[in-house]
């Protein structure tokens, strides 16, 4: 397993991106066709920022992808790149200087901070797939696609069952390139009820 991850970190260096999670996205974006030029897409959890530079080469100039994390990004940002420096808790979706219109994609590959303790990781986890789904609700346009990172844990029953009220379509995810022994596994809505 070390071996695949190794790959995946010399690819991503050699690629020049900024983790190896670009090709978590890519697996999904090219089985699910997430992204297309133009996409107006927003970035949730999005530092170091492999994730953004995937998605701002692949939905190009007329695309915009705005990211957010509690921690400064440091990649040189393209013109259709946007930062905003926040905490997820603090972020208003209503707010017209934060966001103008409405998103194609709303991503979330965010990650609490592990303490260990499982059922601890698991609801903060499931606090941060409840705050992009509540930024969806306001944000995402109602053909718009969202993705969420969750774990395999105690709420991940109850985060299906939430994002089947809000999606017509929902779909689990477990990309090759993630970590086979990582509980981490993707959850993609489509179609906003
Ligand atoms: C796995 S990393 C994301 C990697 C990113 N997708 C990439 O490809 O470079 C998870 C991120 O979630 C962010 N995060 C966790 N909790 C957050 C919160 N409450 N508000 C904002 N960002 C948060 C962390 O700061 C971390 O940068």
Request: hydrophobic fraction near 35%; charged fraction near 30%; aromatic fraction near 8%.
């Amino acid at each position: 397993m070390k071996t695949v991850q190794d790959h995946y970190f010399n690819k991503a260096k050699k690629e020049g991106f900024a983790a190896r999670s670009a090709y978590k996205l890519q697996e999904i974006d090219q089985k699910h066709q997430l992204l297309k030029n133009g996409s107006q897409v927003l970035d949730l959890g999005c530092y170091p920022g492999s994730w953004m530079q995937y998605i701002s080469k692949k939905i190009g100039s007329n695309g915009r992808v705005v990211g957010i994390d509690r921690t400064e990004l440091r990649i040189a940002l393209k013109e259709n790149m946007r930062f905003i420096h926040s905490d997820i808790d603090d972020v208003d979706p209503d707010d017209p200087g934060l966001f103008a219109g409405f998103f194609d994609v709303i991503c979330s590959d965010m990650a609490p901070n592990s303490t260990g303790i499982k059922n601890v990781d698991s609801e903060r986890s499931f606090h941060l797939c409840q705050m992009a789904l509540d930024i969806a609700s306001h944000k995402l346009k109602k053909t718009g696609s969202v993705l969420l990172k969750s774990f395999h844990g105690s709420t991940f029953d109850r985060l299906v069952k939430l994002m089947r009220t809000d999606y017509q379509q929902v779909k689990i995810i477990k990309p090759k390139s993630s970590r086979d022994e990582s509980k981490e596994v993707f959850i993609l809505g489509n179609q906003k009820r």
